[in-house]
């Protein structure tokens, strides 16, 4: 029994000490990972930036000035048809104006978010990885999106819809010019998103695999010369 108890005693503190230095070794492998991920993220983020800006700021500034532009057109107009044409025109500015805004892309302020977040805590620490994380992500899936046959259906769907309003209203001329207009402006705003945050989320997927497991605490009994001990994970 006493031999027992000796083992047992023994394998529970070498155990304890052995998890003790892993766990520290983990830590500072923690901390010099995090600081590689980190550098990835923002060195990306801020990159991409200028690109995002003007993607995000041009076209929103393109829109906001046709809309300006027709709508100044459309009540200066002396027809029906020119009327007709130039207020359907505005609105659809308009709405690509509304969706520069209310979609804007997430790269557009680079890696500032994720830096102004604290990082003295391992909590804190993940907390600013994770921002940074969606971040990239996100202006991926954005980078994606131009490949989805969804962005391309609504941008004709809804230029063929105006058109038809201006044929139905108006003089059929110009709902082919709009239509035909409309169409290439918004393949255009699809085709010229930046698409290298795509490339970068796909390259740290790669080099930072996600390939740690956590364990659960579990007891077991180890067969001994001369008897039987103890052994704790955890």
């Not at 819809?161 to 010019?177: K, R």
Request: no cysteine.
């Amino acid at each position: 029994m006493k031999r027992f108890l000796v083992w047992a005693t023994f394998i529970l503190v070498a155990s304890s000490a052995s998890m003790t230095l892993a766990a520290g070794n983990q830590d500072t492998g923690d901390v010099e990972l995090y600081e590689l991920r980190k550098d990835f993220i923002e060195s990306s983020l801020d990159e991409n930036r200028q690109h995002v800006r003007y993607w995000q700021y041009g076209w929103s500034s393109f829109y906001g000035l046709s809309a300006a532009g027709q709508t100044a057109l459309w009540i200066d107009a002396d027809n029906n048809d020119d009327r007709v044409n130039y207020a359907i025109g505005a609105l659809k500015s308009a709405a690509g104006l509304t969706e520069m805004l209310l979609r804007p892309h997430p790269g557009r302020y680079g890696a500032a978010p994720m830096q102004g977040m604290s990082e003295k805590t391992p909590e804190q620490r993940r907390q600013r990885l994770d921002s940074g994380e969606s971040i990239l992500r996100d202006s991926a899936k954005r980078a994606e999106s131009r490949y989805s046959w969804k962005s391309h259906i609504k941008v004709v769907g809804v230029n063929l819809v105006a058109g038809a309003l201006i044929a139905g209203f108006g003089d059929s001329g110009d709902a082919l010019t709009s239509t035909a207009i409309g169409i290439a402006v918004g393949e255009a705003n699809i085709w010229t998103q930046p698409t290298r945050p795509e490339d970068d989320w796909r390259k740290y997927q790669q080099e930072f695999p996600i390939t740690g497991k956590v364990e659960e605490p579990a007891w077991q009994l180890v067969p001994l010369f001369g008897g039987i001990a103890l052994v704790g994970k955890f």
